[in-house]
């Protein structure tokens, strides 16, 4: 995996139409950005709670085919929701119709889950987080498995992104399985988790420069260059102590275009 900065967008898939979620997609490709990513819940997480919503990987499907460069993934895919075989069908599946020139662009998000409604409205059961971290452990080796047994297999190896900073269990799941590992909060927070993913990666034996760090940063637009210490979680800062995939969400209705734009000329400065 690359170490150059990127910029991912999450594309909320709440309160629009999907002829609204498919412009947004377009307008991600347009203005320059790495990564689209949807989430996966199955209500909104703002505003109404039972407004229009979505689901997550029909959703990726239809940008797979819409979309020519952008890499494209789920932030995070829930092990609770899907068996681990079938995911992984999926997921070679959005890998194929992504595909141009041979070379598919799915990013497999996956993490434990944690939010209630979305298991127990749709019948899956929500057990404990120890629990659900368990599950995470014992599907990954399904899924990597499952894609060497598929005919045809992925375009390519399929990148894994884990998302979480549970620093007993969710790291060190990251330390043996991600190719991305995603956190949140400010910029010393993510440090310090790095640190920690780092520790894990010394025990099992891995090299930690394999894993590609990723956060979320603010969508707040400013003047570029002179404000970007301005964001909560800045990029200038997250590059800093080690990020390189920048994560800004888009919210309907307004689409608004100016932390991307902001974003990817920080990008284009930083990775000239």
């Known amino acids: 995996m690359t170490q150059r900065a990127r910029i991912a967008?999450?594309?909320?898939?709440?309160?629009?139409?999907?002829?609204?979620?498919?412009?947004?997609?377009?307008?991600?490709?347009?203005?320059?950005?790495?990564?689209?990513?949807?989430?996966?819940?199955?209500?909104?997480?703002?505003?109404?709670?039972?407004?229009?919503?979505?689901e997550a990987w029909t959703t990726l499907a239809a940008w797979a085919e819409s979309t020519d460069h952008v890499e494209l993934g789920v932030?995070?895919?829930?092990v609770g929701y899907r068996n681990p075989n079938l995911l992984a069908d999926m997921a070679r599946t959005v890998d194929h119709i992504s595909a141009?020139?041979?070379?598919?662009?799915?990013?497999?998000?996956?993490?434990?889950?944690?939010?209630?409604?979305?298991?127990?409205?749709?019948?899956?059961?929500?057990?404990?987080?120890?629990?659900?971290?368990?599950?995470?452990?014992?599907?990954?080796?399904v899924i990597r498995e499952r894609w060497d047994r598929l005919n045809p297999v992925p375009t390519r190896r399929i990148p894994i992104l884990i998302g979480g900073g549970g620093e007993k269990v969710t790291l060190r799941i990251a330390a043996q399985h991600a190719d991305i590992w995603h956190g949140f909060g400010d910029a010393e927070t993510i440090a310090?988790?790095?640190?920690?993913?780092?520790?894990?990666c010394a025990r099992i034996g891995r090299d930690p420069a394999e894993i590609v760090r990723s956060a979320g940063v603010s969508p707040k637009p400013?003047?570029?260059?002179?404000?970007?210490?301005?964001?909560?979680?800045?990029?200038?800062?997250?590059?800093?102590?080690?990020?390189r995939i920048f994560t800004v969400g888009l919210e309907a209705p307004t689409w608004d275009p100016g932390p991307i734009r902001d974003l990817v000329a920080w990008r284009d400065t930083r990775n000239a």
């Open 100 to 141: 141009r020139n041979g070379t598919g662009r799915l990013i497999l998000g996956i993490g434990a889950g944690w939010f209630e409604r979305d298991y127990t409205s749709y019948g899956f059961e929500f057990g404990t987080v120890a629990q659900r971290l368990r599950t995470l452990d014992d599907d990954l080796p």
């Open 192 to 200: 310090h988790k790095h640190r920690v993913l780092d520790d894990w």
């Open 75 to 78: 932030l995070v895919s829930s």
């Open 222 to 243: 400013g003047r570029f260059p002179e404000d970007l210490d301005d964001y909560p979680a800045s990029a200038e800062k997250l590059y800093a102590v080690g990020t």
């Open 9 to 54: 967008v999450q594309v909320k898939p709440q309160h629009a139409s999907f002829a609204d979620l498919r412009r947004a997609a377009a307008l991600v490709e347009e203005l320059g950005a790495d990564m689209l990513l949807t989430w996966d819940h199955f209500f909104p997480l703002s505003g109404d709670p039972d407004g229009r919503h979505f």
